[in-house]
Every structure is written in C-alpha cells, then in structure tokens.
C-alpha cells in the first residue's frame, strides 16, 4: 500500500492550502487515514485523523477551528483531505499521511503506513 500525498508549498501568512493523500487500500478492508507534521527542531505530531468512512473524525485541540480533515472512499482510492486555513508561520512542516488498518480512530502510535511527505512553508 502506497501513500500518495500532495498538496503542500508556498504561502503567506494568513492563507490556505489543502493537502491531499490518496492509497488503494486492499478490498474489503478498512484503513484510518491521518495527518501528522514535523517542523524544524520538534517531534512529528498529529494534527487529524479520519475513521475508514470518514463519519468519525478528530482535530487536535490546537488546531480546530483552522484545520479541517474529511475523506473520500471511491472504487479507486481512499483519500484524506486536510484543509489548512489561516496559516501562520509556525505552521512551516513537513505534513505526512498515514493509515492504520481499522475501522475506527488509531491510537496515535498505532500508524504503520506513511506517505513520504510534503512540505509546507507559510512565510510572514
């Protein structure tokens, strides 16, 4: 299974980007998509996370009200849309997808399949 996520670059404080992240995920068996990020110095945190069908979702309490995650399934690909709003400076991280065969939200440690990350520089 691949991660495919896409999405990141350039922008000004105070504007928007929308990452993407899409994987062909065996059928008949469910995944939970999430978003973590790593910015210079810090530990790779998460941000969002997405049950197998999209009706259950979590933001990180840090983020709610600028971040929003929401999925689409189709026969094609599973992909976990993370829509960044009002970024800020400190929001300068490389953003990784990640998944976790089940049905329900993971625990945080529980990912085993990342995405190789996309990066997202927001200027002052």
């Known amino acids: 299974v691949q991660l495919q996520a896409s999405g990141g670059g350039y922008v000004q404080a105070g504007g928007s980007l929308r990452l993407s992240c899409a994987a062909s995920f065996p059928t008949g068996l469910s995944y939970a998509m999430a978003w973590f990020r790593r910015a210079p110095g810090q530990e790779r945190r998460i941000l969002a996370a997405?049950?197998?069908?999209?009706?259950?979702?979590?933001?990180t309490d840090s983020m709610k009200g600028r971040f929003t995650i929401s999925r689409e399934n189709n026969n094609v690909a599973d992909t976990v849309y993370l829509q960044m709003n009002d970024l800020k400076p400190e929001d300068t991280a490389v953003y990784y997808c990640?998944?976790?065969?089940?049905?329900?939200?993971?625990?945080?440690?529980?990912?085993?399949?990342w995405g190789q990350g996309t990066m997202v520089t927001v200027s002052s």
């Open positions: 997405s049950s197998w069908s999209g009706r259950h979702t979590y933001v």
């Open positions: 990640a998944a976790q065969r089940s049905m329900g939200i993971p625990h945080v440690h529980d990912y085993d399949l």
